[in-house]
């Protein structure tokens, strides 16, 4: 079945704290996984993303994870921001159809 | 380039009214995905459309709910009779590919339907 599942549901954090999210997915034959944040009223928009030729790709203070075997995978923020604050999706493909199935997102509060 | 536009941003309907909601691709992008969202929660897939032809409405209500992409125009989503329970934001995205190969779906702001 396409189910994309995503933990924690909610994530307080102090600044300067790392946060981690994690997603698992069902679907072995997806290969792209990407991370959105939607701030409060905003569109969801890409901040990183992973193809599973790689097992962890790096921008600035994001980092993605993939475990393939395991299927799941993870964002990491380092040092956050007050401006962090936001809920972020997970996602993956679905290669017979091509649409991106969304994890059911984790909303971050980054306390100064 | 201007990004993904929708419109209405904003719409209110009565119980069986009909609410139609639009979404204009980037330039040059030619398939288009519909997703709910409800209140706290995540984005739902909905349809999955290219010029003309629906690939994919496996999310899509069968009763009530339709959507198209014509050749000339915006996508439309189609909601007949709503009810409370279609109270949503509708996001529209589009790419340029198929999402797998070229990566990003782009989003537009949303059209955030109240059913009274």
């Known amino acids: 079945g396409e189910n994309v599942e995503q933990h924690p549901s909610t994530l307080s954090v102090q600044e300067g704290d790392s946060a981690v999210i994690k997603c698992t997915y069902s679907?072995?034959?997806?290969?792209?996984f990407p991370w959105y944040k939607q701030e409060l009223g905003k569109r969801p928009q890409l901040i990183i993303d992973i193809r599973s030729n790689v097992g962890e790709k790096k921008d600035q203070r994001i980092a993605v994870t993939l475990n393939k075997t395991a299927k799941h995978f993870s964002l990491h923020i380092t040092e956050t921001q007050p401006e962090d604050s936001a809920v972020y999706f997970c996602?993956?493909?679905?290669?017979?159809?091509?649409?991106?199935?969304f994890g059911q997102g984790t909303e971050l509060s980054v306390k100064p | 380039n201007a990004g993904v536009m929708q419109n209405p941003r904003h719409l209110v309907r009565r119980r069986g009214q009909e609410a139609r909601l639009r979404c204009s691709p980037m330039?040059?992008?030619?398939?288009v995905y519909w997703y709910r969202q409800l209140p706290e929660e995540g984005l739902k897939f909905m349809v999955y459309l290219q010029k003309e032809n629906i690939i994919d409405e496996s999310g899509m209500p069968k009763e009530r709910f339709s959507a198209e992409f014509p050749k000339e125009g915006p996508s439309i989503l189609r909601i007949q009779q709503v009810v409370r329970g279609d109270s949503a934001a509708y996001f529209c995205a589009s790419s340029l590919s198929l999402a797998a190969n070229t990566g990003e779906l782009f989003f537009g702001e949303g059209s955030r339907l109240t059913v009274l």
């Open positions: 996602a993956a493909d679905r290669p017979q159809g091509g649409k991106l199935i």
């Open positions: 330039k040059g992008h030619s398939h």
């Open positions: 679907d072995s034959a997806s290969n792209y």
